[in-house]
């Protein structure tokens, strides 16, 4: 018993880390779920704070039975749990457990879906704090089961932050690594204890798995701090994401071989996946995904579901491996896992996905959990990455974190 509960909670361990997106769906029949600012696919879902900025949250359910889906909006801390300390009426404008009215069934398709869309603000409720958000998304028809979790922040510009990003790191000159210096400027606000006041969290490509928290400044004054020479904030070049588009089911696009019919599905054929030991430049989304078709017009309702299989020509490692993305985000977590074939060498899994343009990488996990990519291909220094970094601020004496500063920035 005690043998079987371990194995339990490992493989949930597993499972729970694949994505590097919080954002994830609890429902094997949810599927395609996109949270983006303002439409902007390409960027983590972070708008302002009394602006004309939108979140825009979409996903389909494999029927076209009508679900009565509820939404629950929650204020969150620095480090995502739930804020207990505040009121809803500190956050929120409005009413909470709104129904989502926007809905519609898919057209001509051989999977029938129901594509369901939320936009926040509304005319229901709009957002009055910084910080991060948790959208909480429930069935009313299945005894308000949970189906799926949507994240995103909220940012008050009121702390500057500037980033660089070097080759030259501690560790190595141009090889296989890019290291981060920062400087954080308090914007007026008086910091009289930095330690207790204030949490950092520095990304590369928006990733929570290898996310660098609360790092210790190099220089810490009344108007400020920096981060220099910090080791904890070297990453990995890695290499360039994979992508391929399924534009149309009448013959293959970007990245695919072939695209056949098995007389009940579609399926997608990417071209056989190379380990790659140069770099090569090859413009990509970093993880991101975008719903389209050749038509490019009513996509979240007339683009079909196809089976996409992968294959992935390396050695066997000693690790489980995943193709991962920001679209990895479904319930059904063992199809990103896959299965070595001895006879042919490779990797394989067979993947349900939504017609459209789609950034992955292979990556393996290590014991503890966390995903890394050098141990099936190189790391470069060449390669383009997006860098984002999060201030969080709580006063003496208040009650929740602030988010009041934000900065992207790109090597290219």
């Keep these: 018993m ?3 509960k371990s194995f339990i909670i490992t493989l949930f361990a597993v499972t729970a880390q694949i994505s590097d997106a919080q954002t994830k769906a609890f429902k094997n029949d949810i599927k395609s779920v996109q949270v983006m600012a303002n439409n902007d696919w390409l960027s983590p879902p972070v708008i302002n704070l009394n602006s004309s900025d939108v979140i825009n949250i979409g996903f389909d359910q494999l029927s076209h039975n009508y679900h009565r889906y509820t939404y629950r909006i929650e204020h969150c801390e620095a480090d995502w749990t739930v804020s207990d300390q505040i009121f809803q009426s500190d956050y929120l404008n409005g009413l909470n457990d709104n129904t989502i009215d926007n809905y ?3 057209i001509n398709t051989i999977i029938d879906y129901t ?5 926040i603000p509304n005319d229901k409720c709009s957002l009055k704090m910084s910080g991060n958000y948790r959208v909480s998304i429930f069935d009313d028809d299945n005894g308000g089961e949970k189906v799926l979790q949507a994240e995103f922040m909220v940012v008050e510009q009121i702390m500057n932050i500037g980033m660089n990003v070097t080759t030259n790191t501690d560790i190595d000159v141009n090889k296989a690594h890019q290291q981060l210096t920062a400087e954080l400027n308090y914007g007026g606000i008086n910091i009289t204890n930095y330690e207790e006041e204030i949490r950092t969290v520095f990304m590369q490509n928006a990733r929570h798995d290898n996310a660098r928290k609360n790092l210790k400044p190099s220089i810490i004054n009344n108007i400020g701090v920096k981060w220099t020479h910090n080791k904890n904030l070297i990453f990995t070049g890695d290499n360039e994401y994979r992508k391929y588009e399924i534009l149309a089911v009448s013959h293959p696009t970007m990245g ?5 019919w098995d007389g009940h599905n579609y399926n997608a054929y990417p071209f056989i996946d190379e380990l790659r030991k140069n770099y090569l430049f090859d413009e990509d989304a970093n993880g991101y995904f975008l719903i389209r078709n050749s038509d490019n017009t009513e996509i979240d309702h007339t683009c079909e579901y196809v089976y996409v299989h992968y294959t992935f ?4 490692i000693n690790l489980p491996v995943y193709v991962t993305g920001k679209w990895t985000t479904d319930s059904d977590s063992d199809s990103y896992l896959m299965k070595y074939d001895n006879e042919t060498q490779s990797y394989h899994t067979t993947i349900l996905q939504k017609q459209g343009y789609y950034s992955y990488q292979y990556m393996a996990q290590e014991p503890k959990g966390n995903m890394t990519f050098t141990p099936l291909e190189n790391s470069f220094y060449q390669t383009e990455n997006r860098y984002q970094a999060f201030v969080y601020y709580k006063g003496i004496g208040d009650r929740t974190w602030r988010l009041t500063g934000y900065r992207q920035t790109s090597f290219k």
Excluded: A, C, V
Aim: proline residues 5%; glycine residues 0%; charged residues 25%.
């Design 104 to 106: 519609t069934n898919s």
């Design 313 to 316: 020509k390396s050695p066997e």
């Design 2 to 4: 005690d043998l079987l």
């Design 115 to 119: 594509h369901y869309s939320l936009q």
């Design 256 to 260: 695919i071989d072939r695209i056949s």
